[in-house]
């Protein structure tokens, strides 16, 4: 069964860092593309960061490059995201999501696996 497992989420001031962590089952992790997303109320899911399989290249959605850092231990069939100077428009739902390849990277719909969802808050 396709499972994966968000944490790390949790209220940060501004400025400050917080990790968040993906738990896959290995069936969702072999040779996935890994991605991280977030939401707020009202807006479309969007693009954060994204790794492959080999951890070769990553993406990065340009609000955030240079802030955070996706990185994944494929022994441990876990993908994190280390975020750095957070701001307050860093508040979401941060996501968690898994895909073959590497095509259309930052495409919602190009990824049919999920997560539930990890809340991350921003105080400014």
């Known amino acids: 069964q396709v499972q994966l497992v968000e944490s790390g989420g949790g209220l940060v001031q501004a400025g400050g860092s917080l990790r968040l962590s993906c738990a896959a089952s290995e069936r969702t992790f072999r040779g996935y593309t890994m991605g991280w997303f977030r939401q707020t109320p009202g807006k479309e899911r969007e693009f954060v960061a994204a790794?492959?399989?080999?951890?070769?290249?990553?993406y990065y959605a340009d609000s955030v490059k240079g802030r955070f850092t996706i990185s994944r231990d494929n022994t441990k069939n876990t993908v994190a995201l280390q975020m750095s100077s957070l701001k307050p428009e860093d508040a979401a739902v941060y996501y968690c999501?898994?895909?073959?390849?590497?095509?259309?990277?930052?495409?919602?719909?190009?990824?049919?696996?999920w997560g539930q969802g990890t809340q991350v808050t921003v105080s400014s």
């Open positions: 999501a898994a895909r073959r390849g590497t095509e259309s990277i930052a495409r919602m719909t190009s990824y049919p696996y």
């Open positions: 790794i492959t399989w080999s951890g070769g290249y990553t």
